[in-house]
């Protein structure tokens, strides 16, 4: 190993689900202010590779090490204190709630305030609140969500919501953004728009992105690096373009 | 149409919506300030009320906010009960005293229930509820050291610092006093982070723990929240019917503190307090319609002959008379309004205050329920 820790790393990372083996010796280093993207067809363990970095499922061997601490055993509510935020492929947002109530649970890994003082609701208490509403309006501001700050998640489109998950995980300051399938069930125009917010996340926020995708067209547009899995294994590593042209990668799109 | 124009993130922070709105509530509190004068007879009922909403916002902030449901609610209120009396009578501890050990046993009971709870969901957590309700109910029948057991025990008249709450009128400033309290410290808890990862773990338990949320200790939280409030609805409860026995704290209690954060509407604290009206209420009203609502048909029957108007009088002294009728129609109203009205006596509130904000603009189609299969539509 370098003298410098890598910002984030996956090491020999596997899970078995029974006798599935659905990740397997996955290994990769995610430079700080970098899109790294994970692709590979359905089934691939793409998902699952998430789910074991954001600490959902327990890895069955291996180590992830992010910002030089092993995160390998880190409970998932800890994981966004430690500045790691993610979305979801099927949104998994709040419902029955409003944009701006999702956007301030997203504040909850920073909240300070203790039980006894939110019962009476203590001037430190509103103090707090303030805070952690200022810090939700620069990210509705960021991504544009103005006009749907106090409707009901129920009532807003997809690919709304899709953008109000991303502005939750973006309200948890987080050094290392996880986005799961980003453009899933949105169209072209609002696919383009996600690509330049996810620019924009890494340029002007300088936030890392670790993303699974299936668009190329997107992947191609922001990813500067790319990992391809296939039966929960690495097959490939590169830049969009390289991995997109590596044989084996082909083989797995198209059979073969 | 009416629309709030908001110049500082504080206004959000609020308890009320704004002025407007807060003054309305000044009025309702002004009216049940001078109502104990104008309804002197109905006293005893609408603190009943008071007490039945300390318990549907109890039962609200478990069910309606934190989205577990509980069928062991009345065992809660047993214990607040029982603990208060025994304080307050056996021991001789001042009332407030009492009731505040009372709310903490209540608390770590509720505790304890929470924490075989982290670990079941749905329906299966309500069934442990519902079977930690029967082995409370069995031990207040066979403590009798605390209890008094099947025998019950008396309940003497609540004595703050001296001054007697006994008489109707004063016992029901007391309930109305804790039921506003109540109401404060559950709104702030709502409106700080505690209450939006109640709401978060009730969407989306995934989501909120990604979010940072610590499950275990929310869930036991609300628990421990809940179950406290019931604790002091108990105490209140104790002075109300002024004698316990076992068979009050049972099943059907608890069913009925379920029904009404059903009707009154999940997910709002007036949806618990219009709940509480109507159960506490119906049972009233249905007695009150017991008694003169044959005599009344049959002197509007009677204009078409005195003996259609017998007629009528008897059969319908015969229906209202007929047992099982309260619960009946308790069965029937929940039944239509699961089928008609998901959001409850709440959401038909809403919608009664947009058609007349909206008047002649309004349109049916506001409010239909647009088919989608999304996740959260096909869960709800």
Redesign the interface.
């Known amino acids: 190993m370098s003298a410098a820790p890598p910002f984030f790393q996956a090491d020999d990372i596997a899970i078995n689900f029974g006798g599935i083996r659905a990740v397997d010796g996955v290994s990769f280093e995610v430079e700080p202010g970098q899109v790294f993207t994970i692709i590979g067809p359905n089934g691939a363990g793409k998902t699952t590779v998430f789910n074991l970095v954001s600490r959902i499922y327990d890895t069955t061997q291996g180590r992830l090490v992010f910002r030089g601490e092993d995160i390998t055993r880190v409970p998932p509510h800890e994981i966004a204190r430690r500045g790691i935020a993610r979305t979801f492929q099927n949104i998994e947002l709040f419902e029955h709630a409003s944009v701006l109530q999702n956007l301030l649970l997203g504040r909850h890994a920073h909240r300070r305030s203790r039980l006894l003082e939110e019962l009476f609701f203590l001037p430190r208490v509103r103090a707090m609140e303030l805070a952690h509403r200022e810090a939700a309006e620069k990210v509705i501001e960021f991504l544009d969500l103005q006009a749907y700050r106090d409707s009901l998640i129920v009532n807003l489109p997809y690919g709304v919501r899709k953008v109000v998950e991303v502005a939750r995980a973006l309200c948890t300051e987080p050094a290392l953004l996880l986005l799961d399938e980003p453009s899933s069930g949105l169209s072209v125009e609002e696919t383009e728009d996600m690509a330049f917010w996810i620019k924009d996340i890494r340029d002007l926020l300088g936030i890392t992105v670790l993303m699974v995708e299936h668009d190329m067209s997107l992947v191609s547009a922001v990813s500067d690096r790319v990992l391809a899995l296939n039966y929960g294994r690495p097959i490939a590593t590169g830049t969009a373009r390289e991995v997109q042209e590596h044989p084996e990668v082909v083989k797995a799109y198209l059979g073969g | 149409m009416r629309f709030v124009f908001k110049t500082s993130?504080?206004q959000?922070?609020g308890l009320f919506r704004d002025a407007v709105s807060r003054n309305w509530y000044v009025v309702l509190l002004a009216g049940l300030l001078v109502l104990p004068w104008l309804a002197p007879n109905y006293l005893g009922d609408i603190s009943l009320v008071f007490i039945y909403g300390l318990c549907g916002v109890s039962l609200m902030v478990l069910a309606g906010y934190t989205g577990l449901v509980s069928l062991g609610h009345a065992a809660f209120l047993g214990i607040g009960a029982y603990a208060h009396v025994y304080f307050a009578q056996t021991l001789g501890l001042p009332w407030v005293v009492a009731i505040v050990l009372a709310a903490l046993i209540t608390a770590a009971s509720g505790v304890l229930v929470g924490l075989p709870a982290l670990r079941m969901t749905g329906v299966y957590l309500t069934i442990a509820t519902l079977a930690f309700a029967l082995i409370i109910q069995e031990v207040f029948t066979h403590w009798e050291a605390v209890t008094g057991g099947l025998k019950g025990r008396p309940v003497d008249k609540a004595v703050i610092f001296g001054v007697s709450f006994g008489d109707s009128r004063a016992f029901y400033f007391l309930c109305l006093a804790v039921l506003i309290i109540g109401l404060w410290?559950t709104a702030?808890?709502l409106?700080?982070?505690?209450g939006?990862?109640w709401?978060?773990i009730?969407?989306?338990e995934?989501?909120?723990?990604?979010?940072?949320?610590?499950?275990a200790v929310y869930k036991t939280?609300a628990f421990a929240y809940s179950a406290a409030l019931m604790g002091v609805a108990g105490a209140l409860f104790a002075h109300k019917v002024g004698f316990l026995a076992p068979d009050i704290f049972t099943v059907l209690l608890s069913i009925q503190f379920l029904l009404m954060v059903v009707v009154g509407g999940l997910?709002s604290l007036h949806g618990a307090l219009f709940g509480a009206v109507f159960v506490a209420l119906l049972p009233v009203a249905i007695s009150e319609a017991r008694d003169s609502l044959p005599a009344a048909l049959g002197q509007l029957a009677s204009i078409f002959g005195r003996g259609a108007g017998d007629a009528v009088a008897g059969t319908v002294d015969r229906f209202v008379k007929q047992p099982g009728l309260e619960p009946g129609i308790f069965g029937l109203i929940l039944v239509l309004f699961i089928l008609f009205e998901p959001l409850g006596l709440y959401g038909r509130w809403m919608k009664l205050k947009v058609y007349f904000s909206m008047f002649p603009l309004y349109k049916r189609a506001t409010f239909r329920r647009q088919k989608s299969y999304?996740?959260?539509?096909r869960l709800r």
């Open positions: 993130y504080d959000d922070l410290l702030n808890l409106r700080a982070p505690t939006r990862a709401v978060a009730r969407d989306s995934i989501a909120a723990q990604s979010m940072g949320v610590h499950l939280i997910g999304m996740r959260s539509e």
